[in-house]
Each structure stands twice: as structure tokens, then as C-alpha cells.
């Protein structure tokens, strides 16, 4: 009987550590899963330091102080929100510049935008640039392409047109 009690005395911290372990591990399951949830919602698109504009060879720098920015954040943003896919068209990014009309999102850090493919895939893109071609009625206009890691451009977009209305103000 003395066996009996020595062995529950022996068994009983075996079994609190061991319980103890598994809760801890739980734990940081969550935590991680916490995290996730937290870098996701952090991939969402952010303001950029600077808004270059080209038309036609001439820029024009739209900063934070200027009253055009957040608008054209907040344009930005509900133009991207439909990015379903990669697409295999180039980008003429120096011609846009010298010849048509370009919006250029700098940025000093780089920054991650995460979106699902129509399939359901999740991809992601890190850059420090954006671009938006702004001519209305080119085959690009409903595009974003960027610099960065990750592959470009990447589309369709929204409608433009709230963009345009704040670059002719």
C-alpha cells in the first residue's frame, strides 16, 4: 500500500509538469497565429513618402503637406482593391514618363501588399515604387506595376477616374 501512495506522489508532479509543458505550447500557438493575423493586416497599402506625376516629360512632386495627397491615397487604395493576378504585359515605364501620363508611389522603405488570386491563391509582392499609367483608354491603364521583389504588373484595377479628377484640380 506504502508502494501505492509513492508511486501517485511520484506520478503527480510527472503528470503537472508534463500538462504544464502542453499549455505553454498552446499558448505560443496562439500567439503565433496572433502574429500572422497582425502581418496581414499590416500588408495592407500604406501612403507612400511621395507622389511623383509625369505628363508628357514634365513632374510634378505631390508631397504629404499638399492637399491632394490623402485623396490620392485614399483613390489609390480603392483602385488596388481588385488585384486578382499577375499579367504578362510589359510595363513602359520610360516611355510612360517622357510620353503619356504616370503616377509613380515612392516609397523610403520597403513595403508588402498581399492579395488573392482568383484561384484563391495568396501572393505577395514587396516594392518600393509603384506605378500607375493614368491615359485613359490604354491597354495598361489597369495595371500596377512596381519595383521590387515579386513579379509585375499585377491587375486589373478600379476605375481611375477619382485619380484624374484630383491631378486636374
Given at each position: 500500500?506504502?508502494?501505492?501512495?509513492?508511486?501517485?506522489?511520484?506520478?503527480?508532479?510527472?503528470?503537472?509538469?508534463?500538462?504544464?509543458?502542453t499549455?505553454?505550447?498552446?499558448?505560443?500557438?496562439?500567439?503565433s497565429?496572433?502574429?500572422?493575423?497582425?502581418?496581414?493586416?499590416?500588408?495592407?497599402?500604406?501612403?507612400?513618402?511621395?507622389?511623383?506625376?509625369?505628363?508628357?516629360?514634365?513632374?510634378?512632386?505631390?508631397?504629404?503637406e499638399?492637399?491632394?495627397f490623402?485623396?490620392m491615397?485614399?483613390?489609390?487604395?480603392?483602385?488596388?482593391?481588385?488585384?486578382?493576378?499577375?499579367?504578362?504585359?510589359?510595363?513602359?515605364?520610360?516611355?510612360?514618363k517622357?510620353?503619356?501620363?504616370?503616377l509613380?508611389?515612392?516609397?523610403?522603405?520597403?513595403?508588402?501588399?498581399?492579395?488573392?488570386t482568383?484561384?484563391?491563391?495568396?501572393?505577395?509582392?514587396?516594392?518600393?515604387?509603384?506605378?500607375?499609367?493614368?491615359?485613359?483608354?490604354?491597354s495598361?491603364?489597369n495595371?500596377?506595376?512596381?519595383?521590387?521583389?515579386?513579379?509585375?504588373?499585377?491587375g486589373?484595377?478600379?476605375?481611375?477616374?477619382?485619380?484624374?479628377?484630383?491631378?486636374?484640380?
Open positions: 500500500m506504502k508502494k501505492f501512495y509513492l508511486y501517485i506522489i511520484l506520478l503527480l508532479p510527472i503528470v503537472l509538469l508534463l500538462s504544464s509543458c499549455y505553454k505550447k498552446s499558448t505560443s500557438s496562439n500567439q497565429n496572433n502574429s500572422n493575423a497582425e502581418q496581414i493586416k499590416m500588408t495592407k497599402f500604406s501612403a507612400p513618402k511621395e507622389i511623383i506625376y509625369y505628363n508628357n516629360g514634365q513632374k510634378t512632386v505631390i508631397n504629404k499638399d492637399e491632394k490623402n485623396g491615397v485614399s483613390a489609390t487604395e480603392k483602385m488596388i482593391e481588385g488585384i486578382k493576378d499577375q499579367y504578362g504585359s510589359t510595363f513602359p515605364i520610360g516611355d510612360l517622357n510620353k503619356g501620363k504616370l509613380e508611389y515612392d516609397y523610403s522603405e520597403k513595403q508588402v501588399l498581399e492579395y488573392t482568383s484561384k484563391g491563391t495568396k501572393r505577395t509582392i514587396t516594392y518600393t515604387k509603384l506605378y500607375f499609367d493614368v491615359n485613359k483608354g490604354d495598361i491603364s495595371l500596377m506595376a512596381f519595383e521590387g521583389e515579386g513579379y509585375g504588373p499585377v486589373p484595377l478600379g476605375s481611375n477616374d477619382e485619380l484624374l479628377k484630383l491631378l486636374n484640380k
